[in-house]
């Protein structure tokens, strides 16, 4: 009985130190490395899904689980670009803190569910706008109200995760390349 219970503790804390040892470069390449597809905030996005737009690029899941091209800026957000960043969201709160990587992974977390929020709140009510065909002034007063409001604290965000990523970077030797 002694045996079979030690030998379950000694496989329960294999399969333990196994499952859980996520190294530099995934905190890293989960918390930091794609933030740059958040740095279009505000009107460089609209001009990004204009373009989506007018090369047939938007696409929305449909009920099969199929991407479908459409030419509506709303469902797009929706069902593609909002469920990208929750999952984004979900996978750095997976994430085991540890001395090392706790600030980043906070940094992280701030700056996308700070974005998520402007999505599902700001970039939702412009799509809308946009989709329905408002008048461009109106749009244009949208989107310059979205960045007035929030581009600062936005950048203070991704800097703040930048401030602790990229020496964490530099401590791990993992390469960074920046545009």
Known sequence: MKTKLINCLIIFIIIQSCGFNTSPEDYFDTTTLNTNLLTNFGSKDFEHFNNL?????????????????????????Q??????????????KDLRPTASTEAMINASLLLHEFTLEKY????????????????????????FNLEHSHAEKFWELHKKLTDVALPYAKANNIEVTRY
């Open 53 to 77: 737009k007018l090369q047939n690029g938007l696409y929305t899941e449909n009920e099969e689980g199929e991407w479908v091209a459409q030419n509506k800026l709303v469902p797009h957000l």
């Open 79 to 92: 069902t593609y670009v909002i469920p990208s960043l929750e999952k984004k969201i979900k996978e750095i």
């Open 120 to 143: 599902q709140l700001d970039y939702l009510h412009i799509a809308q706008l946009i989709d329905n065909q408002t008048n461009s002034k109106v749009i244009t007063a949208a989107i």
